[in-house]
């Protein structure tokens, strides 16, 4: 059973098999429930993309679009900037394994430096949609909106699947 299989509070009453119960303090929001968190509001944006893009051209919710363009943009910064300055860390953290995780972690920064410029793109176009605007290339308008939440829901199945695994194996293994 990987960290995945494990709500938050299972993992904080079982410390020894958190991946990143050492970055846990009083007070303080536990790392596994920010991401989870952050996932969870990533993955509801990428529905209500999918939902937009499905209504082109002539079924445009304005209000939705508003909506997810003024927290796109603040979520993905927020989160990334936590994922680099806390998650990162943690799996960067095995000599053996050192250079290809770096490597893997330099790949996920990009991704965030690219899924933070494509989503002020994002924001652009939803914003000027949800003030009126028309929808003058639906097509390309779908493109872009598929091609995003799809890249989003892929890096999120990514830390699912192989850093939180990971670092929870890494976390058990040091307290065996």
Known sequence: ????DLS??????????CPVSHMCA???????????QSHETKLAICRDLEEIADGLPSRIDRRKCLIVASTL?????????????CVFPAFADD?????????????????????????????????SIGHGQPVTNPEALGFML???FEAMRRHIAF??????????????????
């Open 95 to 127: 000599v053996v394994h050192r250079d290809y995780r770096l490597k893997t972690i330099e790949r996920l920064r990009c991704e965030h430096i690219e899924d933070e410029c494509a989503a002020q793109d994002l924001t652009d176009a939803l914003m």
């Open 159 to 176: 830390e699912r699947e192989h850093i939180f695994p990971i670092l929870s194996e890494r976390h058990a293994q040091s307290h065996n």
């Open 1 to 4: 059973m990987g960290v995945a």
């Open 26 to 36: 009083p007070g303080r929001e536990t790392p596994c429930s920010h991401v989870g």
């Open 8 to 17: 938050q509070q299972e993992m904080c009453e079982a410390p020894h098999r």
């Open 146 to 148: 598929r091609a995003f």
């Open 73 to 85: 943009v603040p979520l993905l910064r927020q989160s990334h900037a936590y994922e680099e300055s």
